[in-house]
């Protein structure tokens, strides 16, 4: 039973009772699993460009940019805090120990100079302290740099978002994430003489994300003869989920208040879906390298953007000659082998079809958002992956599919995913305008049922949390999907602080 807060609570979110009640039987029926044909590989879902092939997406995304009018967007979720880079310098802190003595540790230290963030450091080391880094160091004062570097005193990096973290040093100073994602917006995304880049941020966060830019800005811009048009947007709080004790009830915090928590990255559909654009690109805050490393990701980024628009522009030509209702025989067979050899896209049916039911299936399968997604050879980084697999219509098409979405009881489907050859870095560019230049509604084409339910805990009581369908899983389950073979050197995420003494990030 709801009681007037609660009402208040929901009035307050923008989330309807009914939504609130549909969440939790979703907690009681839990998520299917979803049915598998095969993980992609090379020759089976995922393409593999060569060297002419390269230059031609190339030539064909250069081409597309110079187009008037081109609406192109770098989109970059970033609302995530950084606290759990220095998970390991948090557990130093709290140790009954005082010198490093985990390998973590030791490493953070020996090569504590190498880091970007060194000379910031080392300053408020000074003015908090007395001493810098290598006097603390000398007379054993480990703990004191390690909160001078995580706590508000000091840098307060354990509760900033990594896109502010100084990330990788230059002659001219160091640089944030969000700073060398304005120069990837440059560099592939330009067009007609602007970058056009959104971040997504949290609420607490937005203003220092847009001093940041104001401070930053004007150098980008000057250094590559463009202008910049960045904006910002936050998870809305109707896309939050309730929390749910283990008998499924509602779980509520100490003031008796229903607890909702962010529904995850799936929630920014919404976000996707208000940018105006053609073309957007899709890529994590963290994953950012220097530029003496930033060659391969500018070439492949221009490459999958050309797969893209090269097989966009086949299916608005097909989607045409279907509303002239000129196509004969050969040209049905035609688009039938588009959609199921180029978007992947297979219907064991489809000769049964009559030519009417065949029309309307082929225009619902080419007039729809498309995605190429850049998959890079499996390293054993944990996440997920290509596959093949069934929909609720009876085709099989390619999907990103968490370890979540997989039944972990069927021996057949975990072989497949731990003996997958590639590996989702969240690499994508989308098309998300139909063939009238039109926007797709993105919400339209979520798969509600790749959801999934995920155990937490909050001051000490256990609890269940809702996650909604994934940005690059089940949110854009209902899209074309190819998948494209990238270099790994084009996947160099940050995880952990000292993932930053790695030589991608020197």
Same mark, same amino acid.
């Given at each position: 039973?709801?009681?007037?807060?609660?009402?208040?609570?929901?009035?307050?979110?923008?989330?309807?009772?009914?939504?609130?009640?549909?969440?939790?039987?979703?907690?009681?029926?839990?998520?299917?699993?979803?049915?598998?044909?095969?993980?992609?590989?090379?020759?089976?879902?995922?393409?593999?460009?060569?060297?002419?092939?390269?230059?031609?997406?190339?030539?064909?995304?250069?081409?597309?940019?110079?187009?008037?009018?081109?609406?192109?967007?770098?989109?970059?979720?970033?609302?995530?805090?950084?606290?759990?880079?220095?998970?390991?310098?948090?557990?130093?802190?709290?140790?009954?120990?005082?010198?490093?003595?985990?390998?973590?540790?030791?490493?953070?230290?020996?090569?504590?100079?190498?880091?970007?963030?060194?000379?910031?450091?080392?300053?408020?080391?000074?003015?908090?302290?007395?001493?810098?880094?290598?006097?603390?160091?000398?007379?054993?004062?480990?703990?004191?740099?390690?909160?001078?570097?995580?706590?508000?005193?000091?840098?307060?990096?354990?509760?900033?978002?990594?896109?502010?973290?100084?990330?990788?040093?230059?002659?001219?100073?160091?640089?944030?994430?969000?700073?060398?994602?304005?120069?990837?917006?440059?560099?592939?995304?330009?067009?007609?003489?602007?970058?056009?880049?959104?971040?997504?941020?949290?609420?607490?966060?937005?203003?220092?994300?847009?001093?940041?830019?104001?401070?930053?800005?004007?150098?980008?811009?000057?250094?590559?003869?463009?202008?910049?048009?960045?904006?910002?947007?936050?998870?809305?709080?109707?896309?939050?989920?309730?929390?749910?004790?283990?008998?499924?009830?509602?779980?509520?915090?100490?003031?008796?208040?229903?607890?909702?928590?962010? &529904? /995850?990255?799936?929630?920014?559909? #919404?976000?996707?879906?208000?940018?105006?654009?053609? $073309?957007?690109?899709?890529?994590? %805050? *963290?994953?950012?390298?220097?530029?003496?490393?930033?060659?391969?990701?500018?070439?492949?980024?221009?490459?999958?953007?050309?797969?893209?628009?090269?097989?966009?522009?086949?299916?608005?030509?097909?989607?045409?000659?279907?509303?002239?209702?000129?196509?004969?025989?050969?040209?049905?067979?035609?688009?039938?082998?588009?959609?199921?050899?180029?978007?992947?896209?297979?219907?064991?049916?489809?000769?049964?079809?009559?030519?009417?039911?065949?029309?309307?299936?082929?225009?619902?399968?080419?007039?729809?958002?498309?995605?190429?997604?850049?998959?890079?050879?499996?390293?054993?980084?944990?996440? &997920? /992956?290509?596959?093949?697999?069934? #929909?609720?219509?009876?085709?099989?098409?390619?999907? $990103?599919?968490?370890?979540?979405? %997989? *039944?972990?009881?069927?021996?057949?489907?975990?072989?497949?995913?731990?003996?997958?050859?590639?590996?989702?870095?969240?690499?994508?560019?989308?098309?998300?305008?139909?063939?009238?230049?039109?926007?797709?509604?993105?919400?339209?084409?979520?798969?509600?049922?790749?959801?999934?339910?995920?155990?937490?805990?909050?001051?000490?009581?256990?609890?269940?949390?809702?996650?909604?369908?994934?940005?690059?899983?089940?949110?854009?389950?209902?899209?074309?999907?190819?998948?494209?073979?990238?270099?790994?050197?084009?996947?160099?995420?940050?995880?952990?602080?000292?993932?930053?003494?790695?030589?991608?990030?020197?």
């Amino acid at each position: 039973m709801l009681t007037q807060q609660d009402l208040e609570q929901l009035a307050q979110k923008g989330i309807s009772e009914q939504q609130l009640n549909h969440q939790l039987k979703q907690f009681e029926t839990g998520f299917p699993f979803l049915k598998i044909e095969a993980a992609a590989a090379v020759g089976r879902g995922i393409k593999s460009i060569d060297a002419d092939e390269m230059k031609h997406y190339v030539e064909v995304w250069t081409d597309y940019k110079k187009g008037e009018g081109r609406r192109i967007v770098k989109f970059v979720p970033a609302s995530g805090a950084a606290s759990r880079m220095f998970k390991d310098l948090f557990a130093f802190l709290d140790a009954d120990y005082d010198t490093p003595t985990k390998d973590f540790e030791k490493t953070f230290f020996e090569k504590i100079h190498l880091f970007a963030f060194f000379e910031a450091l080392d300053h408020v080391c000074e003015s908090n302290e007395g001493m810098g880094i290598d006097q603390l160091i000398a007379a054993g004062q480990y703990k004191k740099v390690v909160a001078n570097l995580l706590l508000g005193k000091g840098l307060n990096y354990g509760q900033l978002p990594k896109g502010l973290l100084l990330f990788h040093s230059y002659p001219e100073g160091p640089r944030t994430p969000l700073e060398e994602h304005l120069v990837e917006g440059a560099l592939y995304a330009a067009s007609n003489g602007k970058a056009v880049v959104h971040f997504t941020v949290s609420k607490e966060h937005r203003e220092l994300f847009e001093s940041k830019v104001d401070e930053v800005l004007p150098r980008y811009s000057e250094r590559y003869g463009i202008d910049y048009d960045i904006s910002f947007s936050e998870q809305q709080p109707s896309t939050d989920t309730v929390a749910a004790n283990a008998d499924n009830t509602p779980f509520r915090d100490e003031q008796g208040k229903l607890l909702f928590r962010p &529904g /995850g990255h799936g929630a920014l559909i #919404n976000n996707l879906d208000a940018i105006e654009a053609d $073309i957007i690109f899709v890529k994590n %805050i *963290d994953n950012v390298v220097p530029d003496r490393l930033k060659a391969d990701t500018v070439d492949y980024k221009q490459v999958i953007a050309g797969v893209l628009v090269e097989l966009q522009q086949k299916a608005f030509n097909y989607l045409k000659m279907l509303d002239a209702g000129c196509c004969n025989h050969d040209r049905l067979e035609e688009m039938i082998h588009f959609v199921q050899h180029d978007l992947c896209c297979r219907n064991n049916d489809i000769k049964n079809l009559e030519d009417a039911d065949l029309v309307s299936y082929l225009r619902k399968k080419l007039n729809r958002p498309m995605r190429v997604c850049g998959v890079v050879k499996n390293v054993g980084e944990p996440g &997920g /992956g290509p596959f093949l697999t069934y #929909n609720a219509d009876g085709t099989v098409s390619l999907q $990103i599919l968490e370890s979540s979405q %997989i *039944d972990k009881a069927n021996e057949d489907y975990m072989k497949m995913f731990t003996t997958g050859t590639h590996f989702n870095p969240v690499d994508l560019v989308c098309a998300v305008r139909d063939y009238q230049g039109q926007p797709f509604h993105l919400p339209d084409y979520v798969d509600p049922t790749t959801g999934f339910i995920s155990l937490k805990s909050k001051s000490g009581k256990d609890l269940k949390a809702l996650e909604l369908p994934g940005l690059w899983n089940g949110a854009m389950s209902d899209w074309s999907t190819i998948f494209v073979e990238v270099p790994l050197s084009t996947f160099n995420p940050v995880k952990t602080v000292n993932d930053l003494l790695r030589d991608e990030h020197q």
